[in-house]
């Protein structure tokens, strides 16, 4: 089995029996007062927990798709298990500003893995910005859903109330990029050139 469709199967799994039992779901998402009881496993585990069906799915075939690609381009660089590692840290990178934010707020909470698949996404728009991305079955090119994706999310973690954490999906984006980066520095040239060669530069 694939790293990919191991951390969907483990994820999943998690995410079905916590829906069964809400005192371990409770016990393994962010919540402020908890990690400041020293509970600091929730910064990571809170990325293998969901609200329901549709927030796992969504989550879960964003990562079989771009997770499939990014564990081949990656693993040949740092292994199976810094690949592993890269997506664990997507979850902690991505939670730590809303950490700071909300770290005094009992009634804060937070779970899922979007910040872990917004890195995997990222990183693979960097290495293919003009790639097809179905979006509710629209084809989009990869590099307009990225702007108008980090564009609704900076607005949306000012001013919506959708009880979605939009600041993950920022910090985890962000992470996948600067790691992908940093892994093969040629790529960020190259996204360059891809960028603009279809507009005649």
């Known amino acids: 089995m694939s790293i990919t469709l191991s951390l969907i199967a483990i994820t999943s ?3 079905v029996i916590a829906w069964q039992r809400p005192a371990l779901l409770h016990s393994l998402l962010y919540w402020p007062p908890g990690v400041r009881r020293g509970q600091w496993w929730r910064m990571l585990t809170h990325g293998l927990v969901h609200a329901d069906g549709a927030h796992l799915a969504f989550n879960m075939i964003t990562l079989f798709f771009f997770g499939s690609i990014m564990e081949r381009v990656m693993v040949p660089y740092i292994g199976i298990v810094g690949f592993v590692l890269f997506y664990l840290a997507g979850i902690l990178i991505a939670i730590l500003p809303t950490h700071v934010q909300h ?3 009992p ?3 937070s779970l899922g893995a979007s910040g ?3 890195a995997v996404l990222f990183a693979f728009i960097l290495l293919d910005p003009w790639a097809m991305l179905f979006v509710f079955f629209v084809p989009v090119p990869a590099v307009l859903f990225a702007v108008v994706y ?3 999310s900076i607005w949306a973690t000012k001013g919506a109330r959708d009880n979605i954490n939009h600041s993950a999906h920022l910090w985890g984006g962000a992470w996948g990029v600067v790691f992908m980066a940093i892994l093969d520095p040629q790529s960020v040239g190259r ?3 891809e960028l603009f060669a279809p507009l005649g530069f």
């Open 13 to 15: 799994l998690i995410s």
């Open 116 to 118: 872990a698949v917004s």
């Open 150 to 152: 980090v564009a609704y």
């Open 107 to 109: 009634n804060y909470r």
């Open 103 to 105: 770290r005094n707020d």
């Open 191 to 193: 996204f360059m050139y």
